[in-house]
């Protein structure tokens, strides 16, 4: 049987799929082992135990000074802003995209400019968004914003633009105006591709998040894998990367989830 | 600007001899003193120095605290005119050279050296060479984020390194780490400082007044309160222990007469100097600067080095004397 | 009145010459089949008459007026493909033109309303042959159901002429007899003229009352190629390379007003619209 | 007429497309004339004057300690660093795309660490990073690699999986084998599909490469912006900025262009 | 010999039962169309054949051993889109089965190889009428040669069974007259065993040698919500949910041996596929 025909049974998968991971697991293990049979202090690549400690420490001991969890309130800190600002971006990518995507006039006025924005380095304009948009929260959510709206805007235009002319046509022959189709044939087509844009939008975010939260924070995730660098500690930085890693997956996996059910009519229109 | 204001902004960023700042801001002490002088004060917390130091030259801030090298190249090259407020500490061993298995300064002759390029570290690598006949040329630098130099020390590229505390003492824990020079050789030479904008603080003297009251309140906490040094010691990522490891290597002033003492001395004019003249080689003064005397710094005698025309950074001891009179 | 008139149309893409002189007057309430091989121009001249695309020269008269530059109410359509919404329902997409000719801002009818536009789009769905499916999403449905449900959207808006690309190109035989009773008896029933691309003969004569081909010249560029023939005059065999009608007949007898009544399924189709209350076609 | 069907012709377009330029240029000069207005010295919006000046001295005066033009050097060792990346990523990006996109035993296998691995912040991990790879080059191509092959893998995974069973299938009844359908079949469909993934990550590539350059280096683009960040030389950042913007965008018109001239069959298929 | 036997074959995904029971004999040579409503399994059925999907009951067995349970080179298919490879010209596609055949590694041959397969395939595609568009990709193709040009691609690995899903759907009659002729003229000269599923029973009668008709059975769930019915008994209406064959023509006369000389186009074939060298069907 070829190759590409063999199709795994459940068990089998299951296994296959858990051997990358136990290989990485397995990886770090030997290289720690390593590092620490050399030097008992080595903090680069510590042990479980240590991570564990640190996890226990930072997670589940109120940090004396504010009686805060710690872990627990940079993660509040974090996704508030995080999610404020992926919602912002979602809304602006929204309106624009279909602007950009649906209106001749409107793609040609601003479809170049978002091209040519979009390319920009957000991280080396940091110094003039600080200024303009101070340090607060806000800065930090324009951060994210500014790096993720603009893909999403070219995403969402060229996703409006596939819709098949066919159905706008159609929809001008029922009567509708601009402003109808826009918002009753065009909005609700988008709304479940922006979810698959979105997601492709958190991995962004979180990056843009943590290098507002290394320039001027008091608190979130990004802060405090910033502060203890310094101290190359990594029983910290690492419960709170896989941390983050977990927080991203379970964002993408609540958005996949809400794509199915909010919009049940997408899974049979995107495979016909 | 040239108008009485009533909120003020001050930026801070973690560094053993700035702590007390977070402290007093959430202690209370800031709002004891701004409200005793009718004003407000926000306290912001930085994890990136230069971008505090850049915000605060851009005007988004009144105040800032910074190195008195930094003082000179960013703010006042910048065409702002700085005064230094508060002369909180100098660096008394915190900033150190560091070899990996190598115990002379002088076999650092030939290597690649990792330091913030324009840095103290910068600086303090100049002053090393010089006390060994060795100039820059005899080393290769290479620009290294502060962030990750502990980590790249691990590497085996890097062999020699010029960095500050914190991350001295994490590199001085691996077995291979030397330290070769350090700050304590040049004292007084890497000065910590508060500085506030000279036309805001000409306009609204209470101000200054309050930066100086809160500090000097911080200060007798810093001495005498356990809690309080606790308290700094997890701000900056460490522990008691850790947080007195980092005090030891910096003199702080503790009581404005010794800050008064020190900003008053001849010393001072020698340091203003050196620094003036390393930041020109650099061509650190700005494009248009002739000599190192392109920037004139006003000393609290009113005497000036360099160019008096183009006063931009100038130490003034009049608040630090009146806390010291109890006049606040 | 809703005669159409094409007033020596030519159109062109670029230097590609798709159709040549059309010179055609169709009456009020014909049923007008077209055929021609593929590529021959047949959806262009359809998208002519939509508005979609403006003729290079010539003009189109509908009613006795310019054509407008775009689509309308007045004209309804059912493409092979994407006729229907993919996001609404069943009912839903039927009461869209409802709820596009009544509210301008939201789009959406609520209340009263609502219930009424319900009622009417149900007993289309139920003259189409698709009650039941109400809730559904076309993704779920049969392509015959689906252009049974593009018909039924199109006609929700009563337009005056009503235009189909090859609408039941993808059918099987069985469903397209039903969906030809289906279709004449809405042709009968109200005021409507109908242009119709079919690439089957067969289906033309029965359901058209006039079939008019287009034909493709032979010596169209790919075509020379094939045929090895040299180009010769450039300018001749640009000219001449755009389609024009070839053949048009008056199919007989006239079959206005005489339902095909002989299939079981006609029947049935006929009592539903005979029996529901409120479907204007039936009144 | 809708305005979904107003279609502005030529020199209307470039009138249009030119305004949000001219604007963002026009705010810019009020900007910077009043804080100039202000404080002559000021760094944060420099004149454009003032950026000539800095960009004459960047790009077309030697250094005089190296003798380099600084900008042209700069531009050579972040391009040289950021091409060679792309290139790496590309090449894994195509070979474990098709693997996963093609073999249930792969997808099986691959599919769930690439997703995992694909929400790690790589910055958070850099320390790891720099013992497996040192400091020079070879880290900043790894954080570039690391950066943005996985997506690239996901994406290609994807588009292998879009291609219709129904060609395998026909495929394999002209007697292919795996290894043939790999090579002749889903591979040369994957290349133009691959162009557009790759535009993609022109963005994440420049941001990693800044981020590279700020961490230890002695030349390239974001060392300079990062190095002279220190005296808010803003007359040299942004005239860097454009640059790379400039850059960045020519990259993605070249694959555009190669695109179309390398595939084409693409723009065909692709409509159909 | 390539006879095929369907052997007690069900078919279901999860609960839904698509085929029932189906045993059925094939005879080598034959020409079997197989038609039916949407939806009632005629791919499902093709799948199986192919090797794409395996029965759920029962067995096939092609040439008296069970099928290869994977899609092999004896066993060519047509489908009706999606049948030819958007990235090769017309000459490549033709040629990649003699590639795959021969050049286990790189599958492309190179040199006096290649000159052979190009010469081989360039008469396949002057047979099915593609001379001259050799270096055109697919997407410049229409419809109608697309299919040609897949025929061509599947007869050039010399099959045993050819499996055509509604191959000619999207096509329109002039053209698919033509094409008959081309078909039933490479059946007749191949030693060909060929199943053809369509929807056009003319279609099915012109061509094949045995006309098999699936069924869907009325009692399938959504019928019965349309038809109001009750379930019933669970198990009986999941049993009975299959589609099973209904009708079964042998056409008369035989048709074997017997090519369509009448057309114009058929003769033109003819003389084509005489006058090639190395086309093993004219030998
Ligand atoms: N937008 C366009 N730009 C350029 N050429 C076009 C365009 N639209 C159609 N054509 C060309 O016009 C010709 C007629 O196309 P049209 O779609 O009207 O044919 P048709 O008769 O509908 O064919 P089919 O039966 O295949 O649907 C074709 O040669 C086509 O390539
Ligand atoms: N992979 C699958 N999983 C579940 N159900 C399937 C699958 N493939 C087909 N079916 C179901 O099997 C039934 C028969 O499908 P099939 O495609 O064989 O019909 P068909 O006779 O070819 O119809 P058409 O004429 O529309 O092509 C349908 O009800 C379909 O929904
Ligand atoms: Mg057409
Ligand atoms: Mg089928």
Redo the contacts between chains.
Sequence with gaps: MRLLNIKPDRTWSFALAALPFAALIGAYLIGSGMRLAENPNDKLLPSFNAMLDAFRHMALTPDPRSGNYLMWSDTLSSLSLLLTALAISTFIALVFGILIGLLPIAGTTFGPVVAVASMVPPLALLPILFIVLGLGDGAKIALIVIGTTLKLIRDMALRVKDIPSELLIKAQTLGASTWQIALRVVLPQMLPRLIDSVRLEIGPAWLFLIAAEAIAADSGLGYRIFLVRRYLAMDVIIPYVIWITLLAFLMDLGLRLLQRKAFPWFAGARTA | QGAEKKDFKVAWSIYVGWMPWGYAADSGIVKKWADKYGITIEVKQFNDYVESINQYTAGAFDAVTLTNMDGLSIPAAGGVDTTAVIVGDFSNGNDAVILKGKDKLADIKGQTVNLVEFSVSHYLLARALESVKLAEKDVKVVNTSDADMASAYKTPDVTAVVTWKPIVSTILESPDARKVFDSSQIPGEIIDLMVANTTVLKDNPSFGKALVGIWYDTMKALASDAAAKEHMAKASGTDVAGFDEMLGTTKMFYEPKDALAFVNGAELKTTTERVSTFLFDKALLGKDAKSAGAIGVEFPDKSVFGDKANVKLRYDATFMQAAADGKL | MTGIVFDKVWKEYGDHVVLERIDITIAPRSFVALV????CGKTTFLRML?G?EAPTRGQILVGGAPLK?????D???V?Q?????????VLQNVM??R???HS?????LLGAKRRAAETEARTLLDAVGL???ETK????L???MQQRL?LA??L??K?KILLLDEPF???????RADIHVLIRKIWNENDLTVVMVT???SEAFRLGTRVIAFERPRNRPEEL??YGATLGDDLAAQTQAGASITRDFEVWPKKIASPLGESDAGTQLDLKLATSNDNPAAS
């Design positions: 021609g091989p593929s590529g939509l979609e530059v775009e689509p309308g109410a004209r309804g359509v493409f493909r994407y006729s229907v919404f993919p996001h609404l329902t869209i033109g709820e596009f000719e301008r801002f939201l789009g959406k009650a039941g499916h999403y076309p993704a779920a049969s392509g015959g593009a959207q199109a929700n808006r337009p190109g993808a059918l099987d035989p069985g469903i690439h089957d003969l190629e094939r």
